[in-house]
């Protein structure tokens, strides 16, 4: 079974830190996903990777920045963080285009 | 990018009752999936549909993709407690992005 596992459930930062998501997973999968959940606006992309050292811009990349340095790894930055940025987000893989995509279980992110 | 629409955004019904959620697109799609997220959780793969009028059951889940593949509804007959959640369908986007929609919230009365 795919597991993809976030670094964090719940995490309190303070406006204008750097803040780090980390994900992980376990099956070798070749593309990453990170998005964001908010009420009534479903799942936004921010940023995909197809590969190793790969990143692509999502949807709502503003104020983020992703980070694969390994292909098990992909991490999502928070240059300074904003209470707009407090969100649930959501880390995801695929083996490849047409596949399913395989969540974490989310991080509860609050900036206060 | 693509767009797509999913109704209805909320639905309550009473146990035993049949749920339908549908989701369009403006353009033809190559194919369409759709997830399960239970309150809490994070979402989980159902499904993917591929062909011109398509139908896959699951069970009581019945999936249906349009015969001009611009549309796709997912029905369930007779819920239970135990479907509660909120159902996304989402679209492959030109390229490799996935566009989900912003989901049905299904609640359950028993």
């Known amino acids: 079974d795919v597991k993809v596992t976030q670094s964090s459930r719940y995490l309190v930062k303070r406006t204008g830190e750097k803040v780090f998501l980390e994900c992980v997973q376990d099956?070798?999968?070749?593309?990453m996903f990170w998005y964001r959940q908010d009420p009534g606006l479903g799942l936004r992309l921010i940023y995909f990777s197809y590969d190793v050292k790969m990143k692509e811009k999502g949807d709502i990349p503003e104020g983020y920045s992703v980070s694969r340095e390994k292909k098990e790894r992909f991490s999502l930055i928070l240059e300074s963080a904003s209470t707009n940025q407090t969100s649930m987000y959501l880390c995801?893989?695929?083996?490849?285009?047409?596949?399913?995509?395989?969540f974490g279980d989310g991080t509860r992110l609050s900036i206060l | 990018g693509q767009q797509v629409m999913q109704i209805p955004q909320y639905q309550h019904v009473q146990e035993g009752e049949d749920f339908t959620t549908y989701c369009n697109s403006s353009?033809?799609?190559?194919?369409i999936q759709w997830y399960k997220q239970r309150p809490g959780g994070h979402p989980v793969f159902l499904i993917q549909?591929?062909?011109?009028?398509e139908v896959k059951k699951q069970k009581r889940l019945t999936f249906q993709f349009g015969e001009a593949k611009k549309n796709s509804s997912l029905h369930i007959t007779a819920t239970q407690t135990t479907d509660v959640g909120t159902y996304f369908c989402a679209l492959m986007e030109y390229g490799n992005k996935l566009v989900f929609g912003a989901g049905t919230i299904l609640r359950v009365k028993s």
């Open positions: 099956m070798d999968h070749e593309n």
């Open positions: 353009t033809t799609l190559s194919n």
């Open positions: 549909l591929v062909k011109s009028g």
């Open positions: 995801a893989s695929r083996a490849s285009r047409n596949q399913p995509q395989h």
